[in-house]
């Protein structure tokens, strides 16, 4: 568990106040999680500051594909990723490495499926829960259209130096 004190601006009351943030590493992976609410500039700011980045949607994908307890730790929840705007759209299947493939998605597949919405914006993306899945038959929403100031449940990151699946 890795903890530190950082000052956030509090944009509803025009002040600064103080937070102590904690970063949970999950087990078998790279990613680092805190359930510390956070707007894109204090997401990255608090990442930089403990010198992680964010994930790009293909290391996500990857990732919480493999790891039972990070899927575990993200579902319902939204958070920031590296880059903004996507052009494509629709139901898209991934494979191992992340890389969509645009194609019927499977009955029964559902824990390989993501929706993604096209936009310029930032990239976010939300693990849907068990119940949200069924109904839609589909893990993940990808999309890029978050404005810089919604406020993400979960700040993510991964370690600077990791170099896994950073071929993109």
């Not at 494979?95 to 936009?119: I, S």
């Not at 109904?135 to 993940?140: D, I, P, S, T, Y």
Request: glycine share 6%; hydrophobic share 35%.
């Amino acid at each position: 568990m890795i903890k530190f004190t950082i000052i956030f601006s509090d944009k509803m009351f025009a002040k600064k106040q103080k937070v102590e943030v904690q970063f949970k590493q999950i087990n078998t992976t790279a990613v680092c999680l805190s359930e510390t609410k956070a707007d894109y500039a204090d997401s990255m700011a608090l990442l930089q500051q403990e010198g992680l980045r964010p994930m790009t949607y293909k290391e996500a994908l990857a990732l919480i594909d493999r790891s039972s307890e990070l899927k575990q730790q993200l579902k319902g929840k939204w958070f920031y990723l590296e880059g903004e705007g996507l052009e494509k759209e629709g139901c898209h299947t991934f494979d191992n490495e992340g890389n969509l493939r645009k194609e019927d998605h499977e009955k029964g597949n559902m824990e390989k499926t993501v929706d993604v919405f096209p936009g310029e914006g930032r990239l976010v993306m939300i693990v849907q829960t068990d119940s949200t899945t069924s109904l839609e038959e589909r893990r993940f929403v990808l999309y890029a259209s978050a404005d810089p100031q919604d406020i993400a449940p979960v700040v993510v990151g991964v370690k600077l130096d990791t170099k896994y699946l950073r071929k993109n």
